[in-house]
């Protein structure tokens, strides 16, 4: 690496690292969730119905290094001049952006759309943040099924071509699964096939975020049945 490219990553960091520590995050103990699936499977749908119903603050990696370089900033600036380099964002910068996000908003639960993109990105920010997803919300839909959501929805965007579509979808397969594969030998992957309606597919993410009222509601079944059974 070169000595400029290595001044230029430090900085970066630097200029991330102010206002994020990862000491008062993980002093609040936090909820996050990492909600993964590949383009077209819905997870942006299902992100905005959590938000609404649950209460969590939905945070997109791409959206904040996108603020970032829209305000200006020095830090913006130096992220802008690296992708227009073609240079890739060290997994840092973005980790403490989101983290940053995550201490100014004040809230304790999170869901963080599309990241980690791989298992540098994941090893990174257990690193950087000393915390793990509560678990994984993996949005699995057929290629074919992604594959005509992206082209009936396609307004005129460059990025829902068929070409671009099936190389977001090789990337995804090579970049992302790894990364469902080690949570989900840690029994942290919640499954949800995507391939239904936005209806059926909030059915079953309910059930993910609601299992206390199941719990409690299985109590009070039983609850009722000893009582039945003493009484008669």
């Known amino acids: 690496m070169s000595k400029n490219r290595k001044l230029l990553m430090g900085t970066v960091v630097e200029a991330a690292n102010k206002g994020a520590s990862g000491s008062i995050l993980q002093k609040r103990n936090p909820t996050i969730v990492f909600v993964l699936g590949g383009p077209g499977s819905g997870k942006g749908t299902q992100c905005a119905n959590i938000v609404q119903h649950y209460g969590y603050t939905h945070l997109s990696a791409g959206d904040l290094l996108r603020a970032e370089i829209k305000s200006g900033s020095e830090n913006g600036t ?26 100014e908003s004040g ?46 929805r396609n ?17 995804f397969l090579e970049s992302s699964l790894p990364v469902i594969s080690y949570y989900d030998a840690k029994g942290k992957v919640r499954k949800i096939d995507a391939a239904r309606s936005v209806e059926e597919v909030f059915a079953t993410v309910k059930a993910i975020f609601e299992p206390k009222n199941e719990k409690v509601l299985l109590l009070y ?8 059974t003493f009484w008669y």
């Open 78 to 103: 130096m992220i802008q001049n690296m992708i227009k380099e073609g240079k890739i964002v060290p997994s840092e910068v973005t980790i403490k952006l989101l983290q940053r996000a995550m201490e």
């Open 107 to 152: 809230k304790d639960k999170f869901l963080i759309d599309g990241f980690p993109r791989n298992e540098e990105n994941r090893a990174a920010f257990e690193k950087v943040t000393g915390m793990e997803p509560s678990f994984v919300l993996f949005f699995d839909c057929p290629e074919e099924e992604m594959e005509r959501r992206l082209l009936s």
């Open 155 to 171: 307004q005129g965007r460059e990025d829902d071509n068929i070409e671009t579509i099936r190389k977001r979808f090789k990337v």
């Open 221 to 228: 079944y039983w609850l009722l049945l000893r009582c039945l």
